[in-house]
Structures are given as structure tokens and as C-alpha cells.
Nanobody
Framework: QVQLVESGGGLVQPGGSLRLSCAAS????????MSWYRQAPGKQRELVAR????????NYADSVKGRFTISRDNAKNTVYLQMNSLKAEDTAVYYC????????WGQGTQVTVSS
């Protein structure tokens, strides 16, 4: 019943763009801070971007500032990550996270940046 489902990952060339989506269900989405994390093989999971419950505040990792944009549509219970000017170092599994009364994680979606 409580679920986060990511979509939009895939293979893209360096300099290209992708838009990830995370569809939420089974909880009061508008009350939760939403984040995107990523994890590359052999690396720790790291915070990529975060957005407050009303969408008024955002935070980004230094490595993605100016290239990625997090947004949310509380009417659609969906959070997005627009990724532009992608680099090989962005290759990772990207996970959606919800933080509020409880903490929830999606299953992840693979993003591969390669020529």
C-alpha cells in the first residue's frame, strides 16, 4: 500500500538529459520531504537533491548544482529530477526517498551515461 516507484532511467550520452519521476502512494505525500539519492557500484549512497514538503526549499549536492533540478507536484503525488548536461560520473542507481512520519525508499532506477 505504501509505495514509491521510480521511472525514467536509461542510457544517455554525455551532455544529454533525462527526467526521473517518482510516483508515491499510500501516505500523505504533501507532508513529506522528498529526496533523490544515488549509488554507484563500490560507492556509498549519496544525497543528490532534496525538496521540502511544499516545494519552497531545495538542496543539491555540489556535484550536480546547476545541472539538476528537483521539483514536485503535490496534486499528482509525484517528485521529479530533471538531469541536464549529464556526465559519466552521474552513472548510478537513483533512489527516491520520502521523509516524514516514517522514512520510505523506492526500488531505484538505473541511469547510465556513456558514449
Amino acid at each position: 500500500q505504501v509505495q514509491l516507484v521510480e521511472s525514467g532511467g536509461g542510457l544517455v550520452q554525455p551532455g544529454g538529459s533525462l527526467r526521473l519521476s517518482c510516483a508515491a502512494s499510500g501516505f500523505t505525500f504533501r507532508s513529506y520531504t522528498m529526496s533523490w539519492y544515488r549509488q554507484a557500484p563500490g560507492k556509498q549512497r549519496e544525497l543528490v537533491a532534496r525538496i521540502s514538503s511544499a516545494g519552497s526549499t531545495t538542496n543539491y549536492a555540489d556535484s550536480v548544482k546547476g545541472r539538476f533540478t528537483i521539483s514536485r507536484d503535490n496534486a499528482k503525488n509525484t517528485v521529479y529530477l530533471q538531469m541536464n548536461s549529464l556526465k559519466a560520473e552521474d552513472t548510478a542507481v537513483y533512489y527516491c526517498n520520502a521523509a516524514g512520519k516514517v522514512t520510505l525508499w523506492g526500488q531505484g532506477t538505473q541511469v547510465t551515461v556513456s558514449s
